[in-house]
């Protein structure tokens, strides 16, 4: 059974019923699940705790809604497709029949090691499907999963063990990314030096050697030895922890999100199934690494529940060629094909050639998400590789929301470039003023906020129910705060402006940093730019533009010249960057996201207080920053 929405009139009665009656609306949509013991109450909330509890006593377990609910239809249709990072390395591919032997052995081999539920596990892998397959493994026996990216470092994961408390690791001897062979297990043996788990379980993934702790190490083929492929699932209660995830970093110190059982398995099945309108058979692509929300809800969770076909990819955009994302597309048949602005935009830059010759035209639907997609990037991705047939969506979420929140459904929400268009059913969007006024009717502007419960919405962070509250619902009185600033045009279509501590202010004009970086990315030269505020004696604040630009037959003082007079044109001489720094890179966090809380320290020239860093991608290119700085 699916709850799939069909047309535009349809959605937007079914979203006026969302807020007339919200109990009644989730309720419907929960009853397509199996419930091992349904609900005595849909809805129980304040946000002033915060306390939120969706479906009060309804006992499940989410991988019997995945496995046990669906084999007998679509047992043999392929659960995940894997493609790995050499072309020429066979591709798997596993059957829900076969992921659920899978689960259920590793689910087994778990609790063979004492590993049940209430444990803290963190998965720091590869993206393979055992990645997935240890996911699911922990939600089978109520064990807590924590993934965390395998490319950060010992430090960043000593922290995110310490601060979860984990049991256990779940890793590999090494990772292939592009050309690279890296190491892992040296880096969670490094990381266990300043923290400590029980057991570790590694994959063997490169082959390459690595020191084994008796007693605490072992490898995943021996523990998997002479399990049995049944597991009887736990019962978890709907409000049961079903992972921790810690927020990509691009504001502050990771935060360690909880997501509790029943609420995220009907919202992720929902805002997949009607965002990307998925239909059965459909091949589904999304390039995020299970390390980050977006790998959670909409590779594993969402699409899984949904008994969709979700594609693996192990390795990176550009290896061994710019054109491996559009060659991964022809070889599967992608129907639906979801990746961020950072890889559309770093695509661009090698111009269409890398396209060419690639058969796309099984693609049905695009999407987005993790930062603002600037206009030109919009117009590359539905021109370039959409042919102009498939619909965008734009979908705004945030690790916190748990799902999708705001985006259009594919081919029925008429879309707008930059506009992440309109709220799913049960999302109540507020826009706020800086005093917390509401401000109502559209053309406004302002603090995005969310002023109902959603069932995927976080419900603490870990072992620190006060960040919590002060983090999300303290700024403003009965809302959840969600930090992003937000304009809604008179069509009462929302537009993401960034994050709200950097919109700047300048002489009394209030500016979204994405606003200004749309319009500088319009010249052609830029391939990608970057915004900021810095202290400014006449105007109060000034803009300091970090722009990469193709440099052939130009100088730096007329390129210079020429983007100013670009945004001028587009959007007025008040947004003309004061100053603008032509850079060879910018600081992002290992999900792409760029880091302007760094690029404002430079601009301030408080060199010294960059804060933490230990999400930054390449730390190389800050010091590159810093020489030039203007
Ligand atoms: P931290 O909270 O630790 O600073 P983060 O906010 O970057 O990290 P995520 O939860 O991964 O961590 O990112 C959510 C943020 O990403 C949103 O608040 C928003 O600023 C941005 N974002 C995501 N998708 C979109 C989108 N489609 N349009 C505009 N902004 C988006
Ligand atoms: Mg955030």
């Given at each position: 059974?699916?709850?799939?929405?069909?047309?535009?009139?349809?959605?937007?009665?079914?979203?006026?019923?969302?807020?007339?009656?919200?109990?009644?609306?989730?309720?419907?949509?929960?009853?397509?699940?199996?419930?091992?013991?349904?609900?005595?109450?849909?809805?129980?909330?304040?946000?002033?705790?915060?306390?939120?509890?969706?479906?009060?006593?309804?006992?499940?377990?989410?991988?019997?809604?995945?496995?046990?609910?669906?084999?007998?239809?679509?047992?043999?249709?392929?659960?995940?497709?894997?493609?790995?990072?050499?072309?020429?390395?066979?591709?798997?591919?596993?059957?829900?029949?076969?992921?659920?032997?899978?689960?259920?052995?590793?689910?087994?081999?778990?609790?063979?090691?004492?590993?049940?539920?209430?444990?803290?596990?963190?998965?720091?892998?590869?993206?393979?499907?055992?990645?997935?397959?240890?996911?699911?493994?922990?939600?089978?026996?109520?064990?807590?999963?924590?993934?965390?990216?395998?490319?950060?470092?010992?430090?960043?994961?000593?922290?995110?063990?310490?601060?979860?408390?984990?049991?256990?690791?779940?890793?590999?001897?090494?990772?292939?990314?592009?050309?690279?062979?890296?190491?892992?297990?040296?880096?969670?043996?490094?990381?266990?030096?300043?923290?400590?788990?029980?057991?570790?379980?590694?994959?063997?993934?490169?082959?390459?050697?690595?020191?084994?702790?008796?007693?605490?190490?072992?490898?995943?083929?021996?523990?998997?030895?002479?399990?049995?492929?049944?597991?009887?699932?736990?019962?978890?209660?709907?409000?049961?922890?079903?992972?921790?995830?810690?927020t990509s970093g691009s504001t502050g110190k990771p935060k360690?999100?909880?997501?509790?059982?029943?609420?995220?398995?009907?919202?992720?099945?929902?805002?997949?199934?009607?965002?990307?309108?998925?239909?059965?058979?459909?091949?589904?692509?999304?390039?995020?690494?299970?390390?980050?929300?977006?790998?959670?809800?909409?590779?594993?969770?969402?699409?899984?529940?949904?008994?969709?076909?979700?594609?693996?990819?192990?390795?990176?955009?550009?290896?061994?060629?710019?054109?491996?994302?559009?060659?991964?597309?022809?070889?599967?048949?992608?129907?639906?094909?979801?990746?961020?602005?950072?890889?559309?935009?770093?695509?661009?830059?090698?111009?269409?050639?890398?396209?060419?010759?690639?058969?796309?035209?099984?693609?049905?639907?695009?999407?987005?998400?993790?930062?603002?997609?600037?206009?030109?990037?919009?117009?590359?991705?539905?021109?370039?590789?959409?042919?102009?047939?498939?619909?965008?969506?734009?979908?705004?979420?945030?690790?916190?929301?748990?799902?999708?929140?705001?985006s259009p459904l594919a081919g029925i929400t008429p879309t707008?470039?930059?506009?992440?268009t309109l709220p799913l059913p049960g999302i109540q969007l507020?826009?706020?003023?800086?005093?917390?006024?509401?401000?109502?009717?559209?053309?406004?502007?302002?603090?995005?906020?969310?002023?109902?419960?959603?069932?995927?919405?976080?419900?603490?962070?870990?072992?620190?129910?006060?960040?919590?509250?002060?983090?999300?619902?303290?700024?403003?009185?009965?809302?959840?705060?969600?930090?992003?600033?937000?304009?809604?045009?008179?069509?009462?279509?929302?537009?993401?402006?960034?994050?709200?501590?950097?919109?700047?202010?300048?002489?009394?004009?209030?500016?979204?940093?994405?606003?200004?970086?749309?319009?500088?990315?319009?010249?052609?030269?830029?391939?990608?730019?970057?915004?900021?505020?810095?202290?400014?004696?006449?105007?109060?604040?000034?803009?300091?533009?970090?722009?990469?630009?193709?440099?052939?037959?130009?100088?730096?003082?007329?390129?210079?010249?020429?983007?100013?007079?670009?945004?001028?044109?587009?959007?007025?001489?008040?947004?003309?960057?004061?100053?603008?720094?032509?850079?060879?890179?910018?600081?992002?966090?290992?999900?792409?996201?760029?880091?302007?809380?760094?690029?404002?320290?430079?601009?301030?020239?408080?060199?010294?207080?960059?804060?933490?860093?230990?999400?930054?991608?390449?730390?190389?290119?800050?010091?590159?920053?810093?020489?030039?700085?203007?």
């Open positions: 059974m699916s709850d799939r929405l069909h047309t535009l009139s349809g959605y937007l009665y079914e979203y006026q019923k969302s807020v007339a009656q919200p109990e009644e609306f989730w309720a419907r949509i929960a009853d397509s699940f199996h419930w091992r013991k349904r609900w005595n109450k849909v809805l129980k909330w304040n946000f002033e705790g915060p306390d939120v509890k969706w479906f009060v006593d309804g006992k499940l377990n989410i991988t019997e809604n995945i496995f046990e609910k669906n084999l007998y239809t679509i047992g043999d249709r392929p659960a995940i497709i894997w493609e790995p990072n050499e072309p020429d390395e066979p591709t798997r591919t596993l059957t829900y029949r076969q992921l659920f032997r899978e689960v259920c052995r590793f689910a087994n081999a778990l609790k063979a090691k004492g590993i049940g539920k209430g444990d803290r596990v963190i998965i720091y892998m590869p993206m393979v499907p055992e990645a997935a397959i240890a996911m699911l493994a922990c939600a089978r026996i109520g064990a807590i999963h924590s993934v965390v990216f395998a490319g950060f470092s010992s430090t960043s994961l000593a922290d995110r063990i310490n601060d979860c408390q984990a049991k256990a690791i779940l890793t590999s001897d090494g990772n292939y990314r592009g050309n690279k062979k890296i190491t892992v297990k040296g880096v969670v043996d490094e990381a266990l030096e300043k923290s400590s788990v029980e057991t570790v379980i590694v994959y063997r993934r490169t082959g390459q050697g690595t020191a084994m702790v008796p007693g605490r190490d072992f490898w995943w083929d021996e523990v998997l030895e002479g399990q049995s492929d049944e597991n009887a699932a736990e019962e978890m209660d709907s409000e049961d922890m079903l992972f921790i995830l810690y360690g999100v909880v997501h509790t059982t029943g609420g995220y398995m009907v919202y992720t099945k929902y805002s997949f199934e009607n965002v990307f309108q998925y239909s059965p058979g459909d091949v589904y692509w999304c390039t995020a690494d299970i390390g980050w929300i977006t790998g959670h809800s909409y590779i594993v969770y969402g699409p899984l529940l949904a008994g969709a076909t979700t594609l693996m990819f192990e390795g990176v955009p550009t290896y061994p060629h710019p054109g491996r994302f559009w060659e991964v597309v022809e070889k599967h048949k992608v129907n639906v094909f979801y990746t961020a602005p950072t890889a559309i935009r770093a695509l661009q830059a090698f111009g269409t050639e890398p396209i060419e010759g690639y058969d796309l035209s099984s693609l049905k639907v695009l999407g987005s998400v993790g930062e603002p997609i600037n206009e030109e990037a919009w117009h590359w991705y539905h021109t370039h590789i959409g042919k102009g047939n498939c619909p965008i969506v734009d979908t705004w979420w945030q690790t916190e929301t748990g799902g999708i929140m705001v707008k470039p930059a506009y992440a507020s826009i706020v003023d800086a005093e917390g006024n509401e401000l109502t009717g559209n053309a406004v502007e302002g603090n995005l906020c969310i002023k109902f419960p959603w069932p995927s919405m976080i419900r603490t962070t870990y072992g620190d129910h006060e960040r919590c509250k002060q983090t999300y619902f303290s700024t403003y009185k009965n809302m959840y705060f969600t930090g992003d600033g937000v304009k809604r045009d008179h069509d009462g279509y929302y537009r993401i402006l960034g994050r709200v501590d950097d919109v700047i202010n300048v002489s009394g004009h209030r500016m979204g940093t994405a606003e200004v970086e749309n319009a500088i990315n319009e010249h052609p030269k830029v391939i990608e730019s970057a915004v900021v505020g810095y202290p400014h004696e006449v105007k109060g604040q000034g803009i300091y533009a970090y722009v990469i630009c193709d440099m052939t037959n130009r100088t730096e003082d007329n390129l210079i010249n020429e983007i100013k007079d670009t945004v001028s044109k587009i959007i007025g001489p008040i947004a003309k960057p004061d100053k603008i720094q032509i850079v060879p890179g910018l600081p992002k966090t290992r999900s792409g996201k760029i880091m302007r809380r760094i690029l404002r320290k430079v601009a301030e020239g408080a060199l010294d207080s960059m804060g933490d860093t230990s999400t930054l991608l390449d730390p190389e290119v800050v010091e590159k920053i810093i020489e030039g700085r203007k």
